[in-house]
Every structure is written in structure tokens, then in C-alpha cells.
């Protein structure tokens, strides 16, 4: 069983909509839970950490349910630059981080 | 400015040659990864190391080698025996487990990867 599954994707939506990412994690030790972005032939970089109140950043919401083991990510009002690979990673005790395979997203004009 | 430096950004490899990939980081993290991701893949983890003059397997170590010998290095070397070395390399690194600092900080930071192709 995989540490961490993610939807791939892809998901194709039209600029200004509303999409949401799930992330389901196996290990109920985990203890800390990002998204990261990923564009094409680059390095991933930190989106934003996930906290179990709940987070929101800009069009940007994560929520963790640490007794379903679950993480999201939502996105608000999609904009053309928001089109990129999503990753959903999470750690676990000795610094070990795990990370999903990724959630495409196309944004549409 | 602070960060990860990997170089080159692309290598080609002869069959049976070993080939370096170089990591620097002075973002003073104790902790380094090495991951390799193929196209459409996730990273998988080659090797990691939590501090100096130590260094662990991770899922796919076979046909690879580090080293770390200083705190702000963390060279991999891809060896004659890694068959299919055509991937997209990533090194990371982090703060150390065991030193008190809130958990949400423990943020992985990457370089911008090197590119390795067989000729």
C-alpha cells in the first residue's frame, strides 16, 4: 500500500472555477502535511503547509482529517497561472517525507 | 540568497561510466535528500542523509552512491550498475528531526534538478 495516493488527474477546468484535490495517507503517524506545486520540468516548491484547523492562503484552502486521514486542497476563482502538478506530501517520524504522484491541473481560458 | 544549488542542470552518460551529480545547500539544514522522478512519476527516494558522515538507503538505492562529508554537501554518484539511469534527479534538504522546531516548519526545499540521459 502506497505511503500516500493522490487523483492524477488530470483535471481540466475553465478559468474561474472552483477545484478541489483529496490525498488520503496510510500511516495515522504522520506528522506534518503539505501540498507543493510542480510545474512542468521543474522543482517542486511548497504551496502550503496543512494544519488540522484548517488553512486558507489566498484562493488557496487546505483542510487535514487526521481520523480519515485526509488531506484537500481547494482552489478558488482557477486562474491560468494556478495550471501545474499538485503534490500532496506528508511526514513521518525520523524526517522521512512521502509524497503522491501528483494531481494534474490544466487551467482553461 | 539562500538555497540548493545542483549542477549541471543536464548530464549525459556513456554506458558503463559513472557520472557525479552535485548537491550544495546553505540553508544550514543537517538533513538531505536525493530523489529521482520519471516522466509522469512521483519522487522516489535514492538516499538520505539526517546528518554528517551519515547517510541512509531509501527505496531505490541500488546503482547509486553518496556521500557527505561536509554539512552543505550531499554529491550523488550514478554508478555502471544503475541500468536505467534516465530520469529527472532532485536533491532536497530540511531541518533535522530532532531539533525543537515546530513541525510545520519542517519544510523540504529542492534545487532545480539535474537531468540525466544515457548516450
Known amino acids: 500500500r502506497k505511503e500516500v495516493e493522490q487523483d492524477p488527474g488530470p483535471f481540466n477546468v475553465p478559468e474561474g472555477a472552483t477545484v478541489a484535490f483529496n490525498c488520503t495517507y496510510s500511516?495515522?503517524?504522520?506528522?506534518?502535511f503539505f501540498w507543493y506545486r510542480q510545474d512542468c520540468r521543474k522543482e517542486p516548491k511548497l504551496l502550503m503547509s496543512?494544519?488540522?484547523s484548517g488553512n486558507e492562503d489566498g484562493r488557496f484552502t487546505a483542510q487535514l482529517n487526521r481520523a480519515s486521514q485526509y488531506i484537500s486542497l481547494l482552489i478558488r476563482d482557477s486562474k491560468l497561472s494556478d495550471s501545474a502538478t499538485y503534490l500532496c506530501?506528508?511526514?513521518?517520524?525520523?524526517?522521512?517525507?512521502?509524497f503522491g504522484t501528483g494531481t494534474s491541473l490544466t487551467v482553461i481560458p | 540568497d539562500g538555497g540548493i544549488t545542483q549542477s549541471p542542470k543536464y548530464l549525459f552518460r556513456k554506458e558503463g561510466q559513472n557520472v557525479t551529480l552535485s548537491c550544495e545547500q546553505n540553508?544550514?539544514?543537517?538533513?538531505m535528500y536525493w530523489y529521482r522522478q520519471d516522466p509522469g512519476q512521483g519522487l522516489r527516494l535514492i538516499y538520505y542523509?539526517?546528518?554528517?558522515?551519515?547517510?541512509q538507503k531509501g527505496d531505490i538505492a541500488e546503482g547509486y552512491s553518496v556521500s557527505r562529508e561536509k554539512k552543505e554537501s550531499f554529491p550523488l554518484t550514478v554508478t555502471s550498475a544503475q541500468k536505467n539511469p534516465t530520469a529527472f534527479y532532485l536533491c532536497?534538504?530540511?531541518?533535522?528531526?530532532?531539533?525543537?522546531?515546530?513541525?510545520?516548519?519542517?519544510?523540504?526545499?529542492f534545487g532545480a534538478g539535474t537531468r540525466l540521459s544515457v548516450l
Open positions: 496543512v494544519y488540522s
Open positions: 542523509s539526517q546528518i554528517v558522515n551519515d547517510f
Open positions: 506530501v506528508v511526514t513521518q517520524p525520523g524526517n522521512q517525507f512521502y
Open positions: 500511516n495515522s503517524a504522520s506528522q506534518s
Open positions: 540553508l544550514n539544514h543537517d538533513a
Open positions: 532536497a534538504s530540511s531541518t533535522a528531526p530532532d531539533r525543537r522546531v515546530w513541525l510545520a516548519k519542517n519544510i523540504q526545499y
